[in-house]
């Protein structure tokens, strides 16, 4: 019987022999992927968040949409579609540098890596910019909204995916409770 304490050193090695080391090659205490290793974090639910930063994944890494931060809205990140089913569970931080601030940035807010499901298009209504709010699952986080780089840690327990349904990631602040 192996001891507790090497069951996560031999998950890792095995992701790493059998090539889930992430997107080109990183190591996985750096991707962005789609490996199944275990963290601390739980995730809390479902929750509504201002929407800061959208993100575009590929299936296995993230990368910032440049985009005009006043103009932010949930159409505003392009839908990720998976192409089967599953647990989309990240094997290790999302590591981005901090855009999209609100001025000046409030004192010991948490921003996360939140998912929403759906593709519809969110269109405002009215001229004037207003901060988008989405109803949203954590994925990743928290990270101080004043840290350079933001970096994400996994959240548990992971968030599943339908094959076919389209997807959109942003970096998100939780709204307060009215």
């Not at 540098?97 to 759906?118: E, N």
Request: glycine letters at 10%.
């Amino acid at each position: 019987m192996l001891k507790s304490s090497l069951l996560p050193a031999i998950v890792a090695a095995a992701a790493l022999a059998t090539g889930c080391a992430g997107a080109a090659g990183t190591p996985p205490s750096a991707t962005r992927g789609l490996i199944e290793l275990p963290s601390r974090a739980l995730a809390p639910r479902s929750a509504r968040f201002r929407l800061l930063l959208p993100l575009q994944f590929n299936g296995s890494a993230f990368a910032e949409v440049p985009v005009a931060c006043a103009r932010v809205r949930r159409g505003s990140a392009p839908p990720y579609v998976p192409p089967v089913g599953g647990s989309l569970q990240l094997s290790g931080n999302v590591v981005l540098v901090p855009a999209c601030l609100p001025a000046p940035p409030p004192a010991g807010v948490q921003v996360y890596v939140v998912a929403i499901a759906g593709g519809r298009r969110h269109r405002g209504a009215g001229s004037a910019p207003r901060p988008a709010f989405a109803r949203a699952v954590p994925i990743a986080g928290p990270s101080s909204l004043t840290d350079d780089p933001w970096s994400f840690a996994p959240l548990l327990p992971a968030v599943s995916l339908r094959a076919g349904a389209p997807y959109r990631f942003f970096v998100g602040i939780a709204a307060r409770a009215k």
